[in-house]
């Protein structure tokens, strides 16, 4: 049976840490818990009766000169009980600095920290659907209560995805669009500014609150559903027909026979009215001609029939506008190649990397996707010529095969049917688009993971094509012949023609590096005097852990029990299942070089001198705190181990401590993430 998950609510509570919010605290927190914030629920749950639970987030933002961050508080999604215990403001992160004089307060940087933890959120759920399918129908909503002005900051400095990173006030209200997140106003003192950018981002979907504001407060609201109709007072509400008898299928012949060998499986979905239904792909070949077959031509009713004849019949001046399309992709690559190795031969390594992935990982991604497209194109054109299927063997098929009746589709048929009718409409769609230069990646039809056994011809070219056009076209069509494609880690996964296109910089780049602060207790260089030391570094990974954009800003470290051999270390992470990411921990030279380099220095010396570790625990993607980074010294370095389930118990020794500072010390390599 197919049952359609109730929509739940995710609400981003975005606020600065003025200390004239701070003062209306014990009016704004009970009014948004008990007031504003039950008007909210009430309205949603009127709209949608079947509404699940309420996720809450908190980002306070404050001035941008504020260190070592302005986002004071950017809490992960959790309970709407758990985030509104705290009665103090300044566990929140209100009241901690003043309105930022005439400068204003970091408003665009609190937007896009709350726009990355949306993005955490709706991307989490792709790699655990089983976990809470849930969050694939969610409804979103930003909360942003303010009584200060925005400052003139153009675009942000402190987000995580570096998609972000050219993100303007002009822009925002269009990201804001594409990932369908309401933006609701809570001003507690007029500013017209941001009664302007909300006009920008609701537009005519803008509301009028229903409920009563408190003095001086204003509120622009959107994307809450419409009220209920309420019945007259008096009036008897009419009497509603009890649900009609279920019908009872009627039993066929498979399920009287269940030793039939052409029963359907015992996991086949059942259709039900007004659902569609989808069958779990398995990499089935690229085999869409019909099997032969003495009986009766039953196939040709079938929907893979249908979507081959869609395929057949592409227009070929179509074909060849793509192909030039993806000639004219190549072209653009290689003069940003040239610009990408012209910043790491200048020893940019860094601004070289985020420039590829940026500017030439989308513009590759989209090339070999629209690639993939013609040699799906082609090779039912080339199936249709040939008359035949390419399931043949090397050795000959046993011509007594042909007597016997056609075999049932793998379960995987309708993933094929679904994925070749991607393919059709995207070479549809394709020809009307302006430029892919600058787009994101777009969805990629699913190919075979095996190698045709016969060589694929080429079908027929029209008169007119010119020689280059069909050098390229027969070029793709030998790609076809001989490239095997390697199944991915989604190629197991059937592609649902309703699902929604990936949005533009909801990750897809997924950021690998970590900006924020350290803190830890130590030792002031000057004074010698034990006090609260921090620093500001990157942790880059080699692979970018999930939720990382979720991370918070500053990571508190607390010592942990003293060192093992390095080799200990890397066979001891080897052996977990749950295996980390390693990264390694640079200093950022560009806060106050001097002294931000020094304390990074001595936090070095601390944990080499001493021969211990040093863990950070925060609330991860699950909503529990646990210790999830773990810092160690090896050659000099720092370096980290990050464990997305929480650090497991750490390696024992019995070693004396010199002995244990005499083992080599090769660089740890993570397992495979």
């Known amino acids: 049976m197919v049952s359609t998950k109730a929509p739940e609510v995710a609400i981003a509570y975005v606020f600065d840490s003025s200390v004239d919010l701070a003062n209306e605290w014990g009016r704004v927190q009970p009014t948004l818990s008990g007031q504003y914030m039950q008007h909210f629920i009430a309205r949603l749950r009127e709209g949608h009766p079947d509404l699940q639970t309420h996720h809450i987030a908190l980002v306070c933002y404050a001035s941008s000169s504020t260190r070592p961050s302005p986002l004071l508080a950017k809490t992960y999604f959790t309970s709407l009980q758990n985030l509104f215990k705290a009665k103090d403001p300044s566990t929140c992160g209100a009241g901690q600095t003043s309105r930022g004089g005439g400068r204003g307060m970091a408003v665009l940087e609190g937007l896009v920290a709350a726009i990355e933890l949306f993005d955490v959120l709706t991307d989490y759920p792709k790699s655990a659907a089983s976990k809470n399918p849930a969050l694939q129908n969610l409804i979103k909503h930003i909360v942003h209560v303010t009584a200060c002005n925005p400052d003139s900051a153009e675009r942000p400095t402190w987000n995580v995805n570096p998609a972000l990173d050219q993100l303007t006030w002009e822009a925002l209200p269009s990201e804001l669009k594409k990932r369908e997140i309401n933006y609701n106003l809570i001003n507690l003192r007029p500013c017209q500014k941001l009664e302007d950018f909300h006009t920008a981002v609701a537009g005519p979907l803008a509301q009028t609150p229903w409920f009563t504001l408190r003095p001086q407060h204003t509120a622009r609201l959107m994307g809450f559903p419409a009220p209920s109709p309420k019945t007259p007072q008096g009036v008897k509400r009419a009497i509603e027909s009890g649900p009609s008898p279920e019908v009872k299928r009627v039993r066929t012949s498979n399920q009287a026979s269940p030793s039939t060998t052409n029963s359907p499986t ?31 031509q039953k196939a040709a009713s079938t929907p893979q029939s249908d979507v081959t004849a869609v395929l057949q019949n592409v ?32 020893g940019k390594v860094e601004e070289a990397r985020l420039y590829r992935q940026e500017h030439i990982l989308p513009i590759r991604t989209n090339t070999e996707k629209l690639k993939g497209i013609v040699r799906t194109v082609m090779a039912v054109k080339a199936n249709e010529k040939a008359g035949k299927p390419q399931t043949t063997s090397a050795g000959g098929a046993d011509d007594s095969s042909a007597s016997q009746p056609p075999p049932p589709p793998p379960s995987g048929a309708g993933g094929l049917v679904s994925n070749t009718a991607s393919s059709a409409a995207q070479v549809n769609t394709l020809m009307d688009t302006p430029s892919l230069s600058n787009a994101r990646p777009i969805s990629q039809p699913q190919l075979s993971t095996q190698t045709s056994p016969v060589p ?103 010592p942990a029990p003293p060192a093992v051999p390095p080799l200990m270390l890397q066979e001891w992470a080897k052996a977990h299942q749950n295996q980390p990411f390693a990264g390694i921990i640079t200093v950022n030279e560009s806060a106050d070089a001097q002294v931000n380099t020094e304390n990074f220095r001595s936090l070095v010396r601390l944990l080499q001198d001493r021969n211990i570790y040093a863990m950070a625990a925060w609330q991860g993607l699950d909503g529990t705190v646990k210790n999830r980074l773990l810092l160690f010294v090896n050659q000099g370095k720092l370096l980290a181990f990050y464990f997305a389930a929480g650090v497991p118990e750490l390696p024992k020794t019995n070693l004396p401590q010199q002995q244990q500072q005499q083992q080599p010390q090769p660089q740890p390599q993570p397992a495979a993430n």
Not at 274 to 287: A, W
Not at 316 to 345: C, T, W
Request: proline share 11%; aromatic share 4%; hydrophobic share 40%.
């Open 456 to 558: 694929l011809p080429g079908p027929p070219l029209p008169s007119g094509t010119s020689p280059q056009v069909a050098a390229q076209m027969r070029k793709l069509i030998e790609q076809q012949n001989r490239t095997p494609r390697i199944p991915s880690a989604a190629s197991g996964l059937s592609t649902n023609a309703n699902m929604q296109p990936t949005l533009l910089g909801m990750g897809a780049i997924r950021p690998n590096i970590w900006r924020g602060t350290l803190t830890w207790k130590g030792f002031d260089a000057t004074s010698h005097v034990r006090r609260e030391l921090q620093a500001t570094v990157h942790i880059q990974f080699k692979t970018a852990p999930e939720g990382l954009a979720a991370w918070p800003h500053a990571l508190g470290l607390t």
């Open 315 to 346: 227009d070929m001046e179509k074909m060849q506008k793509l192909v030039l399309r993806v000639q004219a992709l190549e072209a653009d690559l290689k003069p940003k190649e040239e610009i990408a190795r012209n910043l790491e031969a200048a």
């Open 266 to 296: 015992p996991g086949a979905a059942i259709a039900r009215p007004g659902i569609t239904t989808t069958q779990p792909s398995v990499s089935p070949q690229l085999n869409v001609a019909a099997q032969p077959s003495s009986g009766p």
